[in-house]
């Protein structure tokens, strides 16, 4: 009985991984069919198509302010999500069942719903969208990403390491950067990957904030409707999809070491 148990969980874990990264491994095959139809049989192989990214002025454009946007709202991010996490981890205060549950509602709002809000929010200010105000709506769906990383590995070590610190003369600022940011740093570099993950190939939220300059999710759907532009746009989504399965990867052997 046993053993049949853990057969199915096996073939259940396979079947995931293959629905998980079957769609990404066909876009990195595509990427390298010498035919602009996406269809099986390949015709050959080239790397046309990535030499054909390289000459993309607009979307290296779009790549650029979604690097930009990832790295400046991820930073942002995750300051803010790691006072936070400290504040709720460290200390009991009136009304901190209240902002947990504030923190976390990004979580269960759909992302669209959130845009709207935003969008709304910014219309009533006359604020123009524009990469700041996408980056805005970067930084509201990032911070409860930070403090569910960093809060859990603040959990992890027992505040009497602080506390031992701080008898021995160091004031709290001299024991958050010599004792808590330190042991806490693998998950606020995991915390800040996965940000900048999340950041970069957010969709639904950037459509309505956007202005001008739009972002590289925002270029890749606009270029769907020509069909001449497809394999392009493959070969970008699967540097695009390896690059962010790494980072992630990574960000989780991080806060596994933490």
Do not use: C
């Not at 004792?179 to 970069?200: G, N, Y």
């Amino acid at each position: 009985m046993r053993r049949r148990f853990f057969s199915a969980a096996w073939a259940y874990y396979i079947l995931l991984v293959i629905f998980l990264y079957l769609p990404i491994g066909l876009l990195i095959v595509f990427s390298f069919n010498d035919s602009p139809m996406v269809v099986f049989p390949l015709k050959g192989f080239t790397l046309k198509w990535y030499g054909a990214l390289a000459q993309a002025r607009e979307m290296l454009a779009a790549l650029r302010n979604s690097l930009i946007l990832g790295l400046a709202s991820s930073a942002v991010a995750t300051f803010l999500g790691t006072m936070a996490a400290l504040a709720a981890v460290r200390y009991r205060f009136p009304g901190r069942g209240v902002f947990m549950a504030v923190s976390a509602m990004p979580l269960v709002i759909p992302y669209v719903v959130l845009g709207v809000a935003l969008l709304i929010l910014f219309s009533t200010f006359n604020i123009e969208r524009s990469l700041f105000t996408v980056g805005i709506g970067h930084i509201v769906i990032n911070i409860p990403y930070v403090m569910l990383i960093v809060g859990a590995r603040l959990v992890g070590f027992p505040s009497s390491l602080e506390e031992a610190a701080m008898d021995l003369g160091a004031t709290y600022w001299g024991t958050l950067r010599r004792v808590t940011i330190p042991i806490a740093m693998p998950a606020i570099v995991a915390a800040f990957l996965t940000s900048f993950t999340t950041s970069f190939d957010e969709f639904a939220v950037s459509f309505f904030l956007t202005g001008t300059e739009v972002t590289l999710p925002i270029y890749v759907y606009s270029q769907l409707r020509f069909p001449s532009r497809l394999p392009v746009v493959i070969t970008l989504s699967a540097i695009v999809m390896t690059g962010s399965v790494a980072l992630l990867l990574f960000a989780e052997s991080l806060r596994r070491k933490g």
